[in-house]
């Protein structure tokens, strides 16, 4: 499947950092994804406005792709795939 066809229903692992201040939101991310296979895909939910910049950095500099995000009341989504 390439990111074109993905859809934001389509997650393996879903982990929820809503409540952590940075950079923890990003360390569990990192921990989760160390875990997960290359390809698959880690929904995030956080809700710390700098896990922003964070994670697309994060994605950038490991080689990820962030494949979408969105903020809905305060609460900060994330899919990733590994690469």
């Known amino acids: 499947m390439t990111d074109l066809q993905w859809h934001i229903d ?8 809503t409540g952590m201040s940075c950079p923890l939101p990003l360390l569990k991310a990192k921990l989760e ?3 997960m296979q ?3 895909v ?11 910049r964070d994670f697309r ?5 490991a080689g990820h ?4 995000e969105e903020v809905e009341g305060g609460v900060y989504r994330y899919w990733l795939r590994k690469g």
């Open 38 to 40: 290359s390809g698959a």
């Open 33 to 35: 994804l160390n875990r």
């Open 57 to 61: 950095a994060f994605a950038r500099l």
């Open 10 to 17: 389509e997650f393996d692992v879903q982990l929820n950092a």
């Open 42 to 52: 880690l929904r995030v939910e956080a809700t710390d406005a700098g896990s922003q």
């Open 65 to 68: 792709t962030l494949l979408h």
